[in-house]
C-alpha cells in the first residue's frame, strides 16, 4: 500500500556538524513532501517542503532533496546545533486531495 | 497570532466515559485536521474538514470517534465511550491556503483512559 518512511530510526551528530536524515516514499501521484519537526511535548512544526516538480529547495540552514527516480527524500541540516534535537518527520500530500501522510519518523540526537 | 489552540492539554478519564477533545485553528484557515499520535502507529490522520465540511474520515477508527466542525473557529473530536486502547496524543492542525504542503500543529491533548 502506499506508505512513507525511513531508513533510520535515529540519528546521533556531534553538534557543528551537518546531519543528513532520509526517507523513502512509494505514492509516485503525490504532488508536496514536506518535512516537519517535533519537540518533547510539542506538536509538530513545519520545516520546509518541496513540489513533486521540483529536485532542491533550501531555506536557512536545511535543504531538502527530492530524487523522484528512487522515490527518495532527505533533510540536510547545516552546522547541526542542540536545539535541532527533536524527531524529524517526513510527510507527503496526496495529489488532488488535502490530507497529509506522515512517515515513522527519525530521531536526532546532537552532541554538544 | 495566538496558533492552533487545543482543550484540554491533559486528560485522564475512565473507560467508558465520554471525553471531548477541542480545537480552535488559525483564524483564515479553511482546513482541519485531527491526528492521533502513539509509539506504536505514528501520526495518523483521523479526519479532516475544509471549509467546515467534512472531506475524509476514512482514518477514524471506529463509530465510538465523531468529530465536528460547526463553524470556522471551532472543531471537536468526541469519543464515546472511551477504552483504553484510545489513550494518545491527539493533535488539531490547520491550514490556510498561503502554504501549499505545510500545517500549523497545535500542543496537542494527551489522554489517557484507565
Known amino acids: 500500500g502506499e506508505s512513507v518512511g525511513l531508513h533510520l530510526p535515529t540519528l546521533s551528530v556531534q553538534e557543528g556538524d551537518n546531519s543528513i536524515i532520509n526517507c523513502a516514499y512509494s505514492?509516485?501521484?503525490?504532488?508536496?513532501f514536506i518535512w516537519y519537526k517535533q519537540e518533547s511535548g510539542k506538536g509538530p512544526q513545519f520545516i520546509i517542503d518541496i513540489r513533486s516538480n521540483m529536485d532542491k529547495r533550501q531555506g536557512q540552514r536545511v535543504t531538502v532533496l527530492l530524487n523522484k527516480t528512487v522515490k527518495h527524500l532527505s533533510l540536510q541540516i547545516a552546522a547541526t546545533q542542540p536545539g535541532d534535537s527533536a524527531v524529524y518527520f517526513c510527510a507527503e500530500r496526496k495529489t488532488s486531495y488535502d490530507k497529509v501522510i506522515f512517515g515513522p519518523g527519525t530521531s536526532l540526537s546532537v552532541i554538544p | 497570532d495566538a496558533g492552533v489552540i487545543q482543550s484540554p492539554r491533559h486528560e485522564v478519564t475512565e473507560m467508558g466515559q465520554e471525553v471531548t477533545l477541542r480545537c480552535k485553528p488559525i483564524s483564515g484557515h479553511n482546513s482541519l485536521f485531527w491526528y492521533r499520535q502513539t509509539m506504536m502507529r505514528g501520526l495518523e490522520l483521523l479526519i479532516y474538514?475544509?471549509?467546515?465540511?467534512?472531506?475524509?474520515d476514512s482514518g477514524m477508527p471506529e463509530d465510538r470517534f465523531s468529530a465536528k466542525m460547526p463553524n470556522a473557529s471551532f472543531s471537536t473530536l468526541k469519543i464515546q465511550p472511551s477504552e483504553p486502547r484510545d489513550s494518545a496524543v491527539y493533535f488539531c492542525?490547520?491550514?490556510?491556503?498561503?502554504?501549499?504542503?505545510?500545517?500549523?500543529f497545535g500542543s496537542g491533548t494527551r489522554l489517557t483512559v484507565v
Open positions: 505514492n509516485s501521484a503525490s504532488d508536496y
Open positions: 492542525a490547520s491550514r490556510g491556503t498561503d502554504r501549499a504542503g505545510g500545517y500549523t
Open positions: 474538514f475544509n471549509n467546515n465540511v467534512p472531506i475524509d
